[in-house]
């Protein structure tokens, strides 16, 4: 008996990926950026970066549609805050909890 082992055939050499990976959506990250911050650029910004990635090919739809929606959460929470604090004035001047002469 011999301790004849085979070798394994050589491997192919890495040459790497021709094609570079799609990238992201500049204005995907900055709609999730000002959905956060500004919620009305989020809302602006979102269906714009949606229409590029579409165009495009690029990645970052997730990052828009988050932008998107996010913004519009908040804008909306900012309304109804608006309208709940101008109900509370009226009421409270109504009920004259707060008086007006001085």
Same mark, same amino acid.
């Given at each position: 008996?011999?301790?004849?082992?085979?070798?394994p055939p050589p491997?192919?050499?890495?040459?790497?990926?021709?094609?570079? #990976?799609?990238?992201?959506?500049?204005?995907?990250? =900055? &709609? *999730?950026?000002?959905?956060?911050?500004? #919620?009305?650029?989020?809302?602006?910004?979102?269906? =714009? &970066? *949606?229409?590029?990635i579409k165009r495009t090919g690029e990645n970052g739809r997730g990052l828009a549609l988050a932008g998107l929606i996010i913004g519009i959460a908040l804008t909306l929470l900012g309304i109804i805050g608006i309208i709940a604090y101008v109900a509370l004035i009226a009421t409270a001047l109504s009920s004259g909890a707060i008086s007006t002469s001085p």
């Amino acid at each position: 008996m011999s301790d004849y082992q085979p070798t394994p055939p050589p491997s192919r050499p890495y040459t790497g990926s021709s094609a570079a #990976p799609p990238r992201t959506n500049t204005l995907a990250i =900055i &709609a *999730l950026i000002l959905g956060i911050v500004v #919620p009305i650029g989020g809302v602006i910004c979102g269906p =714009i &970066a *949606l229409g590029q990635i579409k165009r495009t090919g690029e990645n970052g739809r997730g990052l828009a549609l988050a932008g998107l929606i996010i913004g519009i959460a908040l804008t909306l929470l900012g309304i109804i805050g608006i309208i709940a604090y101008v109900a509370l004035i009226a009421t409270a001047l109504s009920s004259g909890a707060i008086s007006t002469s001085p």
